[in-house]
């Protein structure tokens, strides 16, 4: 049993930041890629960030130079620092890991439920 669990989501006003965090927990042997996504009111789920066991990073062009992606592989959790906030930021945002759990053959996705980041103008 894997469980991904987000926080730190909430309401901000425009220019404002806050700090997602993603704690991975279970019966886990190795976590390869993580990721954030983030489904705004009424569209597609899109990928925000992405974050490689060896520390390479990926961002969407809309948040490049806004937000970081950090992991702490102890911990198996990994971060978004969400600096300079907009309003078209608001939206339920989910974290990904790509693991294999002990006794696995294979690498899979796993996700977590999602937090609210309401950006307020």
């Known amino acids: 049993q894997v469980q991904l669990v987000e926080s730190g989501g909430g309401l901000v006003q425009a220019g404002g930041s806050l700090r997602l965090s993603c704690a991975t927990s279970g019966s886990i042997f190795s976590i390869n890629s993580m990721c954030w996504y983030l489904q705004a009111p009424g569209k597609q789920r899109e990928l925000v960030a992405t974050i490689t066991s060896g520390g390479g990073t990926n961002y969407a062009d809309s948040v490049k130079g806004r937000f970081t992606i950090s992991r702490d592989n102890a911990k198996n959790t990994v971060y978004l620092q969400m600096n300079s906030l907009k309003p078209e930021d608001t939206a339920v945002y989910y974290c990904?890991?790509?693991?294999?759990?002990?006794?696995?053959?294979?690498?899979?996705?796993?996700w977590g439920q999602g937090t609210q980041v309401t950006v307020s103008s």
């Open positions: 990904t890991a790509r693991l294999i759990i002990w006794g696995g053959v294979r690498f899979d996705d796993y």
